[in-house]
């Protein structure tokens, strides 16, 4: 595949796949003749993988690294599950605060309704909407 063919597919600007490669996030881009850059499928599952790893919030540092240590074959095994299990634990603390925001905008949301469906907004019913609660994980 070219690079727009890539960048269609993946929903990724032909700008960050050269910078993705430049950096050596995608490793080993074949090139025509011309210097067109073909696309193999071990390519776009490289690529598949960044946006992947990347939409989730793993650093670009992390992911040079372990691409880096995948290139030197099997004998890195557990310092890529070192690098993948601490950027899973970070995720996850991510995962548990965006959890307690959608928790918060639940209630918020469920207070508006009661409110709405109660009485009248007022600006003294406005200012107890504001008030902190203390999030409860459900």
Excluded at 17 to 22: A, G, T
Excluded at 95 to 124: C, G, P, W
Aim: hydrophobic share 35%; proline share 3%; net charge neutral.
């Amino acid at each position: 595949m070219k690079i727009n063919e890539v960048s269609k597919k993946y929903d990724i600007t032909p700008d960050t796949l050269r910078y993705y490669e430049r950096i050596g996030l995608i490793p080993n881009v074949n090139r025509n003749g011309s210097g067109i850059r073909h696309y193999s499928e071990v390519d776009c599952n490289w690529v598949e993988f960044i946006k992947c790893m990347r939409s989730a919030g793993l650093s670009i540092e992390s992911l040079v690294e372990y691409v880096q240590l995948f290139q030197e074959g099997p004998k890195t095994a557990s310092k890529r599950k070192a690098i993948l299990s601490e950027e899973r634990d970070k995720l996850r603390e991510r995962m548990a605060i965006l959890q307690e925001t959608l928790n918060r905008l639940d209630y918020k949301v469920e207070h508006y309704d009661e409110l709405f469906s109660d009485k009248e907004l007022t600006k003294e019913t406005e200012k107890v909407a504001l008030l902190p609660r203390k999030v409860v994980n459900v």
